[in-house]
């Protein structure tokens, strides 16, 4: 490869483990949009209590946070003004508060990382800031919900995307840049569309879509999820940890090796303990949650786990009692 060198993941291996939360508007993978108005998600947005959020993951002794920033309905939870004068949505769909940022320096304050999601393209279920973002692809879209003839291509738009992912790109430089050391890491949804869209010599590709993350904060960690797969597997030499999604927890086998780098990538895993994303009551006896935990960190690993969160924040009890569970069993 090139002169390209990974981040130092040590901070992320010696965490352990962390927790996720589905911060939308709308259910995860939802199938369409969201009623709901700009003025409603501010209004959700700011009754978001970060004290508290930020005493229940010291209380239960998170390693790090992974925070969505928003998905397919095109509702974020922090303003850009670069995504605002793309899409020229008024009022937009982004809150006016900066949500991620806040809880990240909180969390900075407390001792604890945090990591940003994002889909790896603009929200399938707002088609004006997908037509005006350039993501409407000649090809079969249906895996990021862009269902074919939903929507109108402005212009020349080739098989690359190119225009598009370069919007993408200013876009997310723009919150790095903001939060700078703040955050820590990344998680890019939906990458399904690699050979297609990022694995060129020349940008956009996988280096640029890498270096726009790590444009305020050298040092954070990037994993790009290729979907659920039946191993864990390193999507590009170009992310720093596997993106590890997984709806039954993988093991090792003869044929499927765990250590602590996959094609020198830090070994990462990624579900939910709820019956699905953001959803249902613990599937897990906090036992078999714990000793899953400790099996994946014993080969150098680490395990995020997704949980439920209300709108205002708030993890229900039954989970905040599993997720301290784990932290006091690893």
């Not at 490869?1 to 589905?22: E, P, Q, S």
């Not at 430089?173 to 890019?188: D, H, L, N, P, T």
């Not at 993350?213 to 999507?235: L, T």
């Not at 927890?249 to 020198?264: G, I, N, Q, S």
Request: glycine share 8%.
């Amino acid at each position: 490869m090139d002169d390209w060198k990974r981040a130092n993941t040590d901070w992320f291996r010696d965490a352990r483990w962390g927790v996720m939360t589905h911060y939308l508007a709308g259910q995860p993978s939802a199938r369409a949009g969201v009623d709901l108005t700009p003025e409603q998600w501010n209004a959700q947005v700011n009754a978001f209590d970060v004290p508290a959020f930020v005493d229940v993951l010291k209380e239960i002794r998170a390693g790090y946070l992974l925070f969505t920033l928003g998905q397919n309905s095109g509702f974020f939870c922090s303003p850009n003004a670069t995504y605002d004068g793309i899409v020229g949505v008024h009022p937009s769909r982004l809150s006016t508060r900066d949500l991620l940022g806040e809880i990240a320096q909180a969390l900075a304050d407390a001792g604890i990382r945090t990591m940003a999601y994002l889909p790896s393209h603009a929200p399938a279920h707002h088609r004006t800031a997908a037509e005006r973002l350039g993501f409407t692809p000649t090809w079969d879209a249906r895996a990021w919900g862009l269902t074919p003839g939903s929507y109108v291509r402005e212009g020349l738009v080739d098989e690359r995307l190119t225009d598009a992912q370069r919007n993408w790109e200013a876009v997310i430089r723009e919150w790095s840049e903001r939060w700078g050391g703040a955050v820590s890491g990344w998680w890019i949804d939906g990458c399904y569309h690699a050979d297609r869209m990022y694995r060129h010599d020349d940008p956009p590709n996988f280096r640029s879509f890498a270096e726009a993350m790590k444009a305020g904060n050298p040092d954070s960690i990037v994993a790009f999820n290729p979907g659920v797969k039946n191993r864990v597997i390193s999507h590009t030499p170009y992310e720093d940890y596997t993106a590890g999604e997984f709806n039954v927890m993988p093991t090792a086998h003869r044929h499927h090796k765990l250590e602590r780098f996959v094609d020198d990538a830090q070994l990462h895993i990624l579900s939910f303990l709820g019956e699905y994303w953001r959803a249902g009551e613990p599937r897990y006896a906090d036992d078999l949650a714990i000793a899953y935990t400790k099996y994946i960190n014993s080969f150098g690993g680490v395990v995020t786990w997704d949980v439920p969160i209300t709108a205002e924040g708030e993890i229900p009890e039954a989970f905040v009692k599993q997720l301290g569970a784990i932290g006091n069993g690893v």
